[in-house]
Structure formats: C-alpha cells, structure tokens
C-alpha cells in the first residue's frame, strides 16, 4: 500500500514537472542567446572565428566591426541573387574541398582521442582552415574595409555589399568583365 502510494504521488510530480509551462524569463534568456549567437556569426562571416549559420529570429543586427546596423532580409536577398566573379567562387570551391578533408581528419582525431596538431594536415587543408575561420593570411583580405577580391568568403562579400559604393563599384566592373 506504501508503494502504491508513492508510486501514485511521484507520478502525479513528474506529470506537473513534465506539463509546467516554461517562464517568461526563460524565454527571454532564450531569444537574447539566439540574438548573440546570430551577432557573433555575423562577425565570423566578416573574419574571426569559427562556422557559419543564419538565423531569421532578429531582423536587424549590430555589425559588432563597424558598429553599424545590418538588415538581415537585405543580406538573405543579396544570399539569394547577387551575382558573383567565376574567380573567387573557384577559389572557394577549391578551398571547400580542402577544408571538408580538414573537418574529416579532425573528426578522426576527436574519435581516437589524439592531441590536435597542425603537423597532422597537410598546408593547403590549414590554408581552408584559415580561409573560412578569417585568420592568418585572410584577415586582412576579408575586412570589410578592403574591397572585394578572391580571398573573400561568400559571407564576407557580401557583408561588403551592404556598402552601396562598394556594391556600386563592383557591379561596374562585373558589368564590365562580363560584357
């Protein structure tokens, strides 16, 4: 009879533990996470960092560099159909190849619970790294203050793009080369 009454009683807790409706508090500690995390992959996608991600929960962020506000439907639009030179897609199509290699061997090393070391990747899968994390070599090149080039991410140009000059620029000579 004791055990059929705690039974009853710790069943009746779980049920209200599982059905309690979340607080409000807690909902908004959510949506201020999402809003930092969306903040810190724009600042990725302009150089530093790790990953990429997108996320339509806040319709404007704080570009974290240029302490300016970015319109994220305007960033999904140029994602979307802004034309882009055959060259720097090459090159970051050359460089996705290397860098999934890279992510390969890495989740290798986690599996068999070795020390990471850069000796363990060969020069062109550190130089993916580099590129698509921003760093080294490609820091400076996908600055927003720089003007577009090769060694420019997607994300990175079209952060760059925001800027009407620079968009104007580069569509003259788009038009130009591809005329």
């Known amino acids: 009879m004791k055990n059929g009454t705690r039974i009853f009683i710790l069943s009746i807790f779980i049920a209200i533990w599982i059905c309690k409706p979340i607080p409000y508090e807690t909902l908004?500690?959510?949506?201020?996470?999402?809003?930092?995390?969306?903040?810190?992959?724009?600042?990725?996608?302009?150089?530093?960092?790790?990953?990429?991600?997108?996320?339509?929960?806040?319709?404007?962020?704080?570009?974290?560099?240029?302490?300016?506000?970015?319109?994220?439907?305007f960033h999904r639009r140029l994602e979307q159909h802004f034309p882009d030179c055959n060259e720097r897609m090459a090159y970051q199509q050359r460089q996705e190849k290397f860098y999934e290699s890279a992510m390969r061997?890495?989740?290798?090393?986690?599996?068999?619970?070795?020390?990471?070391?850069?000796?363990?990747?060969?020069?062109?899968?550190?130089?993916?790294i580099s590129y698509f994390q921003g760093t080294g070599f490609y820091i400076k090149h996908q600055n927003p203050?720089?003007?577009?080039?090769?060694?420019?991410?997607?994300?990175?140009?079209?952060?760059?793009?925001?800027?009407?000059?620079?968009?104007?620029?580069?569509?003259?000579?788009?038009?130009?080369?591809n005329n």
Do not use: W
């Open 105 to 128: 061997k890495k989740r290798e090393i986690k599996k068999l619970r070795i020390q990471e070391i850069p000796n363990l990747y060969s020069k062109e899968e550190l130089d993916a």
């Open 28 to 73: 908004a500690y959510r949506i201020h996470q999402r809003e930092e995390i969306l903040s810190k992959v724009l600042a990725v996608a302009q150089g530093g960092g790790q990953g990429e991600n997108s996320n339509s929960f806040v319709s404007n962020v704080l570009d974290l560099k240029n302490k300016k506000r970015i319109s994220l439907s």
């Open 145 to 177: 203050k720089v003007k577009s080039n090769i060694f420019d991410t997607r994300q990175s140009f079209l952060l760059k793009m925001h800027d009407p000059i620079s968009r104007e620029n580069f569509l003259n000579s788009f038009n130009r080369r």
